[in-house]
Every structure is written in C-alpha cells, then in structure tokens.
C-alpha cells in the first residue's frame, strides 16, 4: 500500500551541517557559521590544521549523498516513492539551494529530517529556522519537520550492532569501559529546559538495555572555542579520570552516538586529538564504526520517515 503522493509529489530533505571542499573553503565556511561576525585567526588555523590532519577533506558530503541514496532505495521497498535531497546549514548544497529546486520539481509534501538524532534549540531549531527561510509562503507546500528521532528503536539497534562489532576488536579477557559521546553546546541551554541532555541519555540507556551493559560512561566532545562554559565532562576528562582509575593501563570504547556520520569531529576529535590523550595516558582507546550509509542505520531512518506519515 502506497501511502504516499507520486514520485513528483513528495520528497524528503535530508539535512545536514555542511562541510567545506577544500582548504581555501574553510575561510569563507568559517565565515558563514559565524554569520558575518569578525573571524578570530587563532581559531582558523586551528581549523584549518585539523582539516589537514585528516587529509585536508571531510568525507561528510559524500557519505549524505550515499544515505540519501539508500533512503531513496529503502523507502521504494516499503511502497514510499519519493525523491530524497540534501542540504546543509553551512556550506554547498545549501538548504537554500536545494528547497527551490525540490519546489521547481512539483513537491507538494516535503519530510525534513535532519541528521542528528537528539533535538535542541540550538542545534536542530537552527535547520528549522533554514529551512522556513527557504519556504516561500504562497507555495503551499506540507512540510513535516522531524525535530527528534532519538527514541527510534531501530537506531538503538544500529548503534547496538557498532559496539557488538566493535568489542571484538579488543582482548577477549577484558574490561572495557564504554564512553558514549555528543557534541557539546554551551551550558546556557540548560536553564532553557532544553531537552538535549536527556534525550542523549535515553539513547544511551535504550543501547546499553539491548546489550545488557552492566556499566557504561557519557562524555561531551568537541566544544566550541567561545570563552563561554560547554556542557561536560568533555571526553578528555573522562579519559583521564579512567587513566587515574587503572594505572596500569586500560581499554575504552568511544560510541560517538551522538553524530551518524564520519566528519572532522569523529576523524580528528576522537581518532586523532582523543587517540593521541589516550596513548599517553596509557589507555587502549577504539571507536565504534560512524553510520554513515550501514543497511541498519538507513532502516532507521526509513522507518523514521515511515511512521511520521502512518501517524498522519
């Protein structure tokens, strides 16, 4: 049963933080995050290091193609025929760029996910407020934004499967301690109720209850550089506080559930920067493989896109 338009009809636009294509990118992308305001060098050559530390590319636009391809093909499975888009927040494909086009191809219902499973403000308000931007208002067009899919069982599995795969990477014998990680915001969103925190931990929980964990840990990562207090403990802290718990040395297992996607935050934050912390702290450090377009992941997201419209 087809319960939705045809092809021409509906779309789904997958959303996206956007990632620049090459070095002389990373300036005027600094520029469009920091929406116009003056560019601190320190803070550009910092980013422009990082990006060469990881090969001076961030994967992250083609691994959202390659899941919006995938949702495309699994959607047609359970009878959903719909084109699937991307856009990003701050860079090409912007969202901007690509709603006219989605418009201009007859979409009269339109899914808007983005591609963060936990909601705040700060961070998924801001790809609504993109996207009504790029809407104009006589269009008439159903727009289903997705704030939240954070309590998607079929995510639970698909992060479930990256840590089962994942401990078998270590000793057979030992004790791993599990760090679950997110990316930080500042810690002013919580005196807004935002929901950020524990939606993170009812993940978190939801995985460790399919996987039977009898202990696992939740560190932040990859704050901004902005004078103001993240939300923590950032996951170098808890690196230590292990480091200082098992002097002879240990094993830690990063579950980055917080982002779906290999980018600079995942290659460089946690591959590189928390790599290296560890080594020198004498820890055995690994991370569970991104998303990215894994058949269990791109289920998840179907059976998100699915039952927002079963439930209309």
């Known amino acids: 049963m087809t319960w939705w338009p045809s092809l021409s009809d509906a779309a789904v636009l997958l959303m996206a933080y956007g990632t620049p294509g090459s070095e002389s990118d990373i300036e005027p992308y600094l520029a469009d995050i920091q929406h116009g305001r003056p560019l601190n060098q320190t803070v550009l050559d910092d980013l422009k290091m990082r990006y060469r530390s990881i090969g001076g590319h961030s994967p992250l636009l083609e691994i959202t193609k390659a899941q919006a391809a995938e949702l495309q093909k699994a959607l047609k499975s359970y009878g959903v025929q719909a084109r699937v888009y991307i856009g990003m927040r701050h860079w090409h494909p912007y969202i901007r760029e690509v709603v006219p ?46 704030e939240s899919w954070h309590d998607n069982p079929v995510f639970h599995q698909a992060v479930a499967e990256k840590i089962k795969d994942a401990l078998h990477k270590f000793p057979v014998t030992a004790r791993v301690e599990i760090i679950f990680t997110a990316h930080s915001l500042p810690e002013r969103i919580l005196q807004e109720n935002n929901p950020y925190p524990s939606q993170l931990r009812a993940s978190c929980q939801a ?106």
């Open 207 to 312: 995985v460790a209850d399919l996987l039977k964990l009898d202990h696992w840990g939740f560190a932040y990562q990859s704050a901004g550089q902005t004078g103001e207090k993240w939300l923590g403990p950032d996951i170098l802290e808890a690196l230590e506080e292990i480091a200082q718990a098992k002097p002879n040395g240990g094993h830690v297992l990063v579950v980055p559930i917080g982002f779906v996607a290999d980018h600079l935050e995942t290659l460089y934050d946690i591959d590189i920067e928390a790599q290296e912390f560890a080594k020198n702290h004498g820890l055995d450090l690994k991370r569970t493989k991104s998303m990215n377009a894994s058949p269990t992941f791109i289920t998840a997201l179907a059976d998100v896109v699915r039952k927002r419209h079963l439930m209309q």
């Open 101 to 146: 086009q989605i418009l201009k191809e007859g979409c009269s219902e339109l899914t808007a996910l983005v591609l963060a499973p936990h909601y705040s403000e700060m961070s998924i308000g801001a790809y609504r407020r993109a996207l009504e931007e790029a809407l104009p208002e006589s269009k008439g067009v159903l727009v289903d934004f997705v």
